[in-house]
């Protein structure tokens, strides 16, 4: 049975006059794995895990990248446990299913190793040819999805290249049609696709991106996602945030283990309470900001700004109290929560990286550089080593603490892309 704990690390002290309440919630579940599994194991029912993995079979992918791709996904298919639905899509201009076969009377079968055999047979025969419409590899993926009664879903993308075969409208309205249906982890191979592509769509449905540099990693990446999405043994898990009448809730964002502002997912509990959608758990701690504005109060006030609730369908499993108190003394005041301060800076570098780089990519130099070099004195004080690693591959660092740095001429692609795509990634703060 899992079990969900929260944790707050806040200042609760206010000056006189301030409105604004900071606090970092720690949410840890427990027991996750033991949850879902086993039933997802026994049969194919309403509590069960359903899996697709949609390979980019465009005339782009021909040669290693094709290969490296079945190679990949016959690998995923071995990583599904028996009684877990699951598919394979086929996507370039138009999304096929290639297992079960198109002839097949079922959208998925649930894995077993007759089913395991055929799904691999089914997979070496793909091959690249057409153009890129991703739009109809999330509606064919949707379409399957909807008609399996299990309560998480999960999709594994894979693309080489740009959606170059819609016009991006496309791709935003089918990804606003998909939200909240199923997850998606979506992940680029090589350097000609485009990485605000794949983030829209991983941000949209509760995932992630990265980029897989070389064909020939392609199948670990696959294995491990399918062993982490196996893992997630609770399949919804929403933060609720009370805050009082006259309040503002002004954001909601994840922080750790990456960054990802849920502020614009919220739906409404009742008058003062609203839902934030965080996908499925396995046993793990994700860590969320929370900043709320609540009118002033006179000095020695006290009262309680917000109410962090998990809930897990309409059941609420663990809370956390931030508070404020309205103080004269400034040696209680000015003191920084380490833990808001940490993601805070933690938060602007993801922005201060994926601003530089887009600024260097329209060719602004003086923007990127500006941005860039903030990037690096932030990563710097925040402890963030492997930002700092890949910048330092785009920027020669000439004062890391002022943030002075010049950019690199004729910088490979794949590094700037790696920077792009791990910009999100935080490190935690280190508790005593």
């Known amino acids: 049975m899992a079990e969900f704990s929260a944790e707050v690390f806040q200042n609760e002290f206010l000056s006189d006059g301030a409105t604004d309440v900071h606090a970092v919630v720690a949410v840890t579940c427990t027991g996750a794995g033991t949850t879902q599994r086993a ?14 993995v949609a390979v980019d079979t465009s005339g782009s ?5 094709m290969e490296a791709a079945k190679h990949a996904a016959a690998v995923a298919v071995d990583q599904i446990p028996d009684g877990t639905l699951f598919a394979i899509i086929g996507g370039s201009h138009v999304a096929s299913r290639i297992f079960p076969y198109p002839n097949a009377r079922v959208p998925m079968v649930a894995m077993e190793p007759g089913a395991r055999s055929e799904a691999k047979r089914a997979i070496s025969t793909m091959a690249a040819a057409g ?71 991983s941000t949209a449905l509760l995932g992630t991106v990265d980029l897989i540099a070389r064909p020939e990693d392609i199948a670990e990446d696959f294995a491990a996602l399918v062993r982490k999405s196996m893992a997630r043994g ?34 409404e509990v009742n008058a003062l309470t609203s839902a934030y959608p965080t996908g499925a758990w396995a046993d793990e701690t994700r860590e969320y900001h929370v900043a709320v504005r609540v009118p002033s109060k006179p000095v020695g006030s006290e009262q309680l ?89 785009i920027v020669e660092v000439e004062n890391v603490e002022e943030g002075t740095v010049r950019l690199k001429r004729n910088t490979a692609k794949l590094d700037e892309m790696a920077l792009d795509t791990a910009s999100t990634k935080t490190t935690r703060v280190r508790r005593a």
């Open 305 to 393: 700004a917000a109410r962090v609730q998990v809930a897990v369908g309409a059941d609420v499993t663990a809370s956390g109290l931030v508070k404020a108190k309205w103080s004269d003394d400034s040696t209680l005041t000015a003191r920084i929560s380490p833990e808001v301060a940490h993601y805070t800076g933690q938060a602007e570098l993801a922005s201060a990286i994926q601003e530089g780089l887009a600024a260097k990519a329209a060719g602004d130099e003086a923007t990127a550089t500006v941005k860039l070099g903030r990037a690096v004195q932030l990563a710097a004080e925040t402890g963030n080593d492997d930002a700092t690693s890949r910048l330092r591959k």
């Open 234 to 267: 609770v399949a919804s898990v929403d933060l609720r945030v009370w805050a009082p009448q006259g309040s503002q809730v002004l954001f909601v964002r994840q922080v750790a283990p990456e960054v990802d502002d849920l502020t614009g997912r919220r739906t």
């Open 39 to 52: 039933v997802a194991g026994a049969d194919a029912g309403a509590d069960g895990v359903a899996e697709i």
């Open 61 to 65: 992918m021909q040669g290693r990248n």
């Open 131 to 201: 153009g890129t419409a991703i739009s109809s590899w999330l509606r064919l993926a949707d379409d399957l999805f909807a008609a399996v009664p299990v309560a998480q879903k999960h999709l594994i993308l894979l693309t080489d290249g740009k959606n170059e075969s819609e016009p991006s409208a496309h791709l935003n309205q089918m990804i606003a049609e998909v939200t909240g249906h199923f997850q998606c982890d979506a992940r680029g191979v090589g350097d000609r696709w485009v990485v605000d592509e794949l983030r829209k769509i």
